[in-house]
């Protein structure tokens, strides 16, 4: 079966310090890898994404993500947080033996603290 | 502004009765979704389009309905709502899912249903 784990269910950081979310998934081949943001009521925004290539993966408001083949791991990073960072991450996977679906991991909630 | 727009956002309905969540994208996105969210589970994809009249299930596919008979719109239906499917329901499309060009979905602000 098809799986997306995020080990953390919250995550508390100091403003000013580094962050990392953690994400390993389950999911056969070579997937296509997402982190997604959500702020309360509100849905889900697009932050970056892992096709091929480089495994450092920049994206949105300075968020980047790290993918590790042999560990299954796509976890997301950025060197300094801010408290407007607070909110809701998912990870998700899309399997390339079928790109319409997606597998979500169950969210980490970031607290970042002044 | 490209959007993808629900209605309603908030809905209170009883077991059994009939209801339709509407989901519509002004972005010609061919691809469109549905999913759920609950507690702990994260998002679970319930159907998927990958163009007008063309439909699949998701993961949890019981007790919904879709239909894709315009490019921008993708209602979701539910013929007998039970309580077991209160969740926070959201509505995704997408230009592209494959190759350098994937984009990942465009969510929907959701719709919070509650079943009684």
């Known amino acids: 079966a098809q799986s997306v784990a995020q080990p953390e269910d919250q995550v508390n950081v100091a403003e000013g310090n580094p962050l990392t979310v953690k994400c390993t998934y389950s999911?056969?081949?070579?997937?296509?890898l997402f982190w997604y943001v959500q702020y309360p009521n509100r849905g889900l925004q697009f932050l970056l994404k892992y096709i091929t290539g480089d495994n450092l993966v920049k994206g949105s408001y300075g968020f980047e993500a790290e993918f590790n083949k042999s560990q299954t791991s796509f976890h997301l990073k950025k060197p300094s947080a801010l408290v407007s960072d607070s909110a809701l991450y998912f990870c998700a996977v899309s399997p390339t033996y079928n790109f319409n679906k997606f597998y979500f991991g169950s969210g980490t909630k970031l607290n970042v603290k002044p | 502004e490209a959007q993808v727009t629900q209605n309603p956002r908030y809905l209170i309905t009883v077991t059994g009765k009939k209801l339709t969540v509407t989901c519509s994208q002004n972005m010609n996105h061919e691809y469109m979704s549905w999913y759920r969210q609950d507690p702990g589970l994260g998002l679970r994809q319930i159907y998927y389009s990958m163009n007008v009249e063309v439909t699949d299930k998701g993961d949890v596919p019981e007790g919904y309905k879709v239909s894709r008979k315009e490019k921008r719109n993708f209602p979701l239906i539910l013929e007998s709502p039970s309580p077991n499917q209160t969740s926070l329901y959201f509505c995704?499309?997408?230009?592209?899912?494959?190759?350098?060009?994937?984009?990942?979905?465009?969510f929907g602000s959701g719709t919070r249903l509650t079943v009684v």
């Open positions: 995704a499309s997408s230009r592209a899912l494959s190759g350098q060009g994937a984009k990942g979905y465009t």
């Open positions: 999911v056969s081949g070579n997937p296509y």
